[in-house]
């Protein structure tokens, strides 16, 4: 079964560094980096002037047009100006994770060695502190003065490499086109109806598809001012989030799930007037019901509306977004397997999806990735006539799509199928740990495929978690795992966005027996 | 933050300019007269402050506080049939902007003047070097705005930047002044016509170019703003099909053309009414030559929307306004009909 979206008007610019210059001629603030309490607002014109320097700084270090650089800075006007004067020398962006910590820099490195490798960059973007441990030339400052004009691109040149998250497999390098990430942006921004009047606000990292193109491109394109916080500063303290969110008149924000339920679960301090909020993004890994109605009733009553909250799917492969959930055609939940499954929408401008026999769902748009870096093996597996096979599945159902899971993840249990994330999800609840701080593996067995629950709990909530998980996996799923590990909480292998690495995690517990 | 003025905002060009300056972060105050129509700056919910370009206080109050202004309201005069006070209207109003931008410490104003102000290239395109050394004798319109630019262009007391916009054409056109010839050919009237060079431009574009010409640092001090050169006639013929109607007639000769332009216009203000062919447009047409906004494209970063785009938003708005036939009351256009011969005009 086939969906379309409606078809998508012709870009209004050719390339990235067009909507760049764009932003150059806007002199109200466009750019407030918020660190804690402090707040630093760039106008456009600062904000371009700083990419400018950068440029120059770039090309003075010896990157020529189509050459790869590593993004690697904190959320803040740095990584912005960096990775726009990077664009605008012609060159190709390569968002990396910059470590949580900077304690031990040398070992943070470390562990971006095999991205490092991968992306095989010229240079390094980064900050003084982390490039005396960078074995690659690295530029640390924007030169002292502007670089003049932007070099040409065409739209099939390669804008950025976005690694995937790797929460299934090996990391690799989705590529992106400047007209993939201008067809994506355009696309997303008509959905959402985005323009110069919203105000938006973002907490994700922006070297995850869903910062960069969620948080940093739609405002770049669309024009609108964005306030800018850093993610651990959310993880903490998400109240102050939503009171920067009510305090600035917020109209758009997008986040995973994991962050409104943090948002509904955590954030003590009531924020203010929401009212104005209305695109509340809900995307980049599995929507729960749950989610959407504990953020209502937490903040229904501080006016955010309950169409703003938009359930979406997208991954790195298609820039980011495939479908939104529009509150215009609403759409019950599906069962599924015992669940329910909330709408994530139906396709947006210029996306056509599929779900094959097998369930999978596939993508074809003008937003897609011109393949793996460096892996066309991979990329011919992934790109199938012009169509891309995500490795998610779904059903369509009355025009709308579900997502139900992923291929690879599905927990075969007594012969029935469960995916992870629910056992996950329940599993975590029962153990008072975070939404993420379980994960659900499957191993072989003697006679059929086991069942492991590893839950990362705190001491003050290690009693009794094991008579807990089981409890509520078999009052809520019907399931009985055959083994519950409790491990210290950070002991989960997890991506950079947070998601815990599946593979590395069963390698670490798959095999352990209580 | 200093705020930015348009004058001229409630017309064709000032709205969109206000719709790229919003784009912008920019919120700006709209001047307007006392019986300005105001309908779409009020569905845009502007900010709007008096202004009359025949009241010099007003113009003062209206720029205090404001470091940019962007002037769309030069005069234009609706015929050609008395030179001497459209002439002195236009440069008295020219006046009273700059002297009151200067009494109110305005510190950058954009004059929007016209492409009939650039001078033919012999060599091939013309471009913004290229400037008539006194007033072109082509008429009214031209040697009138050669005056109101000159008048701008030595301006010393603040910063001037000059926008010479070509033939404008999009949505919001309810004057239907670039696009009148192309509405009257999609509503089967085969409008009489004059051939020559057009070049033209969609009126958003030209909007994004005025707001970048307002808040760039550094910018030309006179802009060409124009995408497409035509010819009018074969553009015409060219586009019949789009509206399922017949192509139009032959063009008239340059001399017929503006004696029935002058004939024309004499009969409009007898009958308190619009010229159906003004001498404006026939003097723009057979003095039009083509040009080139490169510099535009290089310095402010300008893309053009290609013809049939900017022809699409215009169909789309001028049928959402009856101006046009719907698409479902006109024949498919893969069998043009053709005109009756008994119909044509043929050129003297």
Known sequence: MRISGPPLPPLPVGGLTEAIEAIGYRRQPWLTVVRGREEQAFSGAELHALAARWQAAIEGAGLEPGERAVVLFPNDERWVAAFLGLLRAGGVAVPLAFPASLSDPAEAMR??????????PRLVLTTPELAPFVALPSVTQPASSPATGAAPVRGEDPAFIQFTSG???QPRGAVISHRAALSCTFSMGLAMALGPVDRGISWLPLYHDMGLVGALLCPLFFGFPLDLMRPGDFLLHPSRFLSRAAHIGATVAAAPDFGWKACARRARLPPGDLSRWRV????AEPVHRS????????FGPHGFRESAMRPSYGLAEN???VALYEPRDPAPDLQHEGRLLPSVGSPLPGVEVEVDPQGEIRVRSASLMSGYFRDPEASAAALDDGWLRTGDLGQIHQGQLYISGRIKDLVIHNGVK???????RVAAEAAGSPPNGAVALARPGPEAEELVVVVEVSGRNSEGVDRRVRGALVDQLGLRPDQVLTVAPGALPRTTSGKVRRPAARALFGGQHA | MPEALILGAGGFLGLHALDALRALGEEPRCGRRARSNVLGLRSRKARMASADLDDEASLVEAMRGCDRVLHLAGHYPRTSLDPATATRTGLEQSRRVLNAAAAAGVQRLVYVSSTATVAPNPEGLSDERHSYPSPPSHGLYHALKWQMERLFLDEQRFEVRVACPSGCLGPGDLRVGTSALLIALARGMDPPHPDGTVALVDARDVGQGLARLLLAERAPKRLILSAENHRLHELLCSVAPRYGVPEPSPALSAAEAIARADEEEARSVRENRRPALSREIVDLVVHGQP??????EEQLGLRWTPLSQTLDALDAWARRLSLIPSAKDQPPCSAPPTRPASSASSPT
């Open chain 1, 111 to 120: 562990r971006l060695q095999p991205l490092l490798t991968a992306a095989d």
């Open chain 1, 167 to 169: 929460s299934l497999g």
């Open chain 1, 280 to 283: 509340a993004l809900n995307g």
């Open chain 1, 291 to 298: 989610t959407i109605e504990e953020f209502q009733a937490a």
């Open chain 1, 319 to 321: 820039t980011l977004g």
């Open chain 1, 418 to 424: 469960f995916h992870p994330y629910d056992i996950e």
């Open chain 2, 291 to 296: 040009l080139s906004a490169r510099l535009a």
